[in-house]
């Protein structure tokens, strides 16, 4: 079965970096768009950024243009979030995603806990 597993979280400092990565299986992960979203406190879950299958282009939440980058290694079947100059509000859990079948359903990871503060 489709399986998501998220890492790398963690407290960082204001302008601090975190690279989080996503270990996928169950399902053809070179052929699957893939996505970060993230949920603050009191807040609703909100797209990152996403990576298309097989040209992986990439488009991002206004939010975290400039500062955050998606890839992906189809070898290694992992999708990484590279978060860079971090800010306060980019405190949330942070979860893997994919979309899987007809109609498409959600799959998604465990999350990990990404906190900026000083």
């Known amino acids: 079965q489709v399986q998501l597993v998220e890492s790398g979280g963690g407290l960082v400092q204001p302008g601090g970096s975190l690279r989080l990565s996503c270990a996928a299986s169950?399902?053809?992960?070179?052929?699957?768009?893939m996505s970060w979203y993230r949920q603050a406190p009191g807040k609703e879950r909100e797209l990152v950024a996403a990576?298309?299958?097989?040209?992986?282009?990439?488009n991002y939440a206004d939010s975290v243009k400039g500062r955050f980058t998606i890839s992906r290694d189809n070898a290694k079947k992992t999708v990484y979030l590279q978060m860079n100059s971090l800010k306060p509000e980019d405190t949330a859990v942070y979860y893997c995603?994919?979309?899987?079948?007809?109609?498409?359903?959600?799959?998604w990871g465990q999350g990990t806990q990404v906190t900026v503060s000083s």
């Open positions: 169950g399902f053809t992960f070179s052929m699957a768009a």
């Open positions: 990576i298309t299958k097989p040209s992986g282009t990439t």
């Open positions: 995603n994919t979309k899987r079948g007809l109609p498409p359903r959600d799959y």
